[in-house]
């Protein structure tokens, strides 16, 4: 799909908008391939893009984390599944945890994932650092996409730090956001205690 539209757009036959953008940084995530998803952000959006495609939508941002996170972890053993990463944190400990990676408040949204973490959580930092370079600001959308992540790789403790993040950035919950922690029971009481929904 990358080089049908590559070939398209020099032969000047179609001029590539975000949503034709969005779409392939979409596709090649669901073929789990973050690499060539990032190649195509970074085309497309990025330094150089062609003319006309203008700024990335909050969905090309949405896509991107998915393959990040979605995409990816199909491959390499599943992720954080073992060891330290997937424990439940109890509430005390999820605190300090967070409480410690807020007390940094660095701007960048990919600080709450740290160089340690899984490979999947690394992409999706640097999925995060791509998109605030293009001008886009987290919305709910990416932050259910994290909490998804999160909540279904039993990692208690970053779920509360997204939450923290989303909070911080006065993003408000929708239902995705519900949906995203509903079967992480810690995470449903954080959610209801940060943003009383």
Not at 86 to 102: D, K, N
């Amino acid at each position: 799909a990358l080089r049908e539209v590559a070939d398209a757009v020099q032969a000047r036959e179609v001029l590539p908008d975000s949503r034709l953008a969005t779409a392939l940084v979409d596709a090649c995530g669901r073929s789990a391939r973050f690499d060539l998803a990032l190649a195509a952000f970074d085309a497309l959006f990025g330094p150089g893009a062609p003319e006309g495609v203008g700024p990335p939508g909050e969905g090309a941002m949405d896509a991107l984390l998915r393959a990040a996170l979605e995409g990816g972890s199909s491959g390499g053993g599943g992720g954080g599944s073992g060891g330290e990463e997937s424990r439940g944190l109890s509430s005390e400990e999820a605190s300090a945890s967070s409480s410690s990676s807020s007390s940094s408040s660095s701007p960048s949204p990919s600080s709450t994932f740290s160089s340690s973490s899984p490979k999947r959580w690394r992409d999706a930092a640097v999925a995060l650092d791509r998109c605030a370079a293009a001008g886009l600001e987290p919305t709910v959308g990416a932050f259910n996409v994290l909490l998804s992540c999160a909540a279904r790789s039993r990692d208690v403790g970053r779920g509360f730090q997204i939450l923290r993040k989303m909070k911080s950035s006065n993003v408000e919950p929708d239902s995705g956001t519900v949906a995203a922690v509903k079967g992480r029971r810690a995470l449903r009481s954080f959610l209801k205690k940060t943003f009383e929904v």
